[in-house]
């Protein structure tokens, strides 16, 4: 009797246990459900909250910039070559010098940036062993974070009076040495996804070539940079773009003086420069000099955008598929 009372309460403990054990794990699947539900709307939120930003962005630079173009021929704004907002009377709005300006820093920039960018991509990629790779590349990419204010005054401390002890003739305030800057400052970029770029062509292909009887030499620059094409493109496009929309070096070692001409050594005033400036403060708010900032910040996204775009299109134009 005693011996059926234990195998009774026995049974009953193994079933208040397999009961408590299924109860924990669907509380536990309820819980992992709701999580599973949850997680996607979260990321969805994120996801909108960038997309509406961006679409915010956009929207006040097209409102502002339309308030600029009631009170500023849309006309002198693109064709005239003066660029005088401060005058004290009927100022001149055209953005021409600003944008040469800017496209001469950014065209010194690129010719320093390509060869230097590419030959360590070539280098790193092709010639560096694993431990050398692991030394040089995070130095290079050291460059990449260092505040842009610092990169202004190397600029105009340290590269300008150098250039000067060379061209006698080289202001003070010039494009030559901002560009020179800025072009160290993008080598990073180009460097780091060119040797990516680069490292994804398929060993295979290198060892057919050197089967084939081609030096080293060869295979880099015949068979790998043309394989990794798409990508030394894009990033070269990437980092006009980064150029074109470079401010604290510009706005410290360029100048404040916008000219239109393509002479290297005379003070300049970029687009992003002159957004600096007018952002200081001085201006009231609702004056035209004020709208102006929109219709140039509207200009330079113009500019960066069609950047990207040529980026994502060479990407795809020259994507070569292993």
């Known amino acids: 009797m005693n011996h059926e009372r234990g195998v009774n309460v026995g049974d009953e403990n193994v079933n208040h246990s397999i009961q408590d054990l299924i109860s924990k794990k669907f509380k536990k699947k309820r819980a992992g459900f709701s999580f599973e539900r949850l997680v996607p709307i979260l990321l969805f939120i994120t996801a909108l909250i960038s997309v509406l930003t961006t679409i915010g962005i956009v929207l006040t630079l097209i409102f502002e910039t339309i308030t ?37 820093v950014t065209g010194i920039a690129i ?79 180009i460097a780091s996804l060119s040797e990516d770029a680069m490292s994804s062509v398929p060993n295979s292909i290198r060892e057919g070539a050197l089967g084939l009887g081609s030096t080293k030499f060869e295979v880099a620059f015949k068979v790998v940079l043309p394989s990794a094409l798409s990508g030394i493109i894009a990033s070269i496009v990437l980092a006009v773009s980064r150029a074109i929309g470079e401010t604290m070096i510009v706005t410290v070692a360029g100048g404040s003086t916008p000219t239109l ?20 403060g001085d201006v009231g708010y609702g004056t035209t000099v004020y709208y102006s900032i929109y219709a140039v910040g509207m200009t330079l996204f113009l500019f960066t955008l069609i950047m990207n775009f040529i ?9 070569e598929e292993y």
């Open 68 to 104: 600029f173009f009631t009170r500023v021929s849309i006309v002198e704004f693109l064709t005239a070559k003066k660029w005088f907002p401060f005058s004290e009377t009927h100022g001149s709005y055209g953005i021409l010098p600003l944008v040469t300006g800017t496209l001469k």
């Open 111 to 189: 010719l320093v940036a390509v060869p230097i960018g590419i030959a360590s991509a070539i280098y790193l990629s092709e010639y560096a062993t694993e431990k050398t790779k692991k030394i040089i590349k995070p130095i290079l990419e050291v460059l990449a974070g260092i505040p842009t204010i610092v990169y202004g005054y190397f600029a105009l401390t340290f590269v300008t009076p150098i250039l000067r002890n060379v061209m006698p003739g080289l202001e003070i305030f010039n494009a030559l040495s901002p560009g020179i800057v800025i072009g160290i400052m993008i080598i990073p970029m």
């Open 261 to 280: 001409t393509w002479d290297v050594t005379r003070s300049i005033q970029t687009m992003t420069a002159y957004i600096v400036q007018v952002s200081q």
């Open 311 to 319: 980026a994502q299109f060479v990407s795809r134009r020259f994507r």
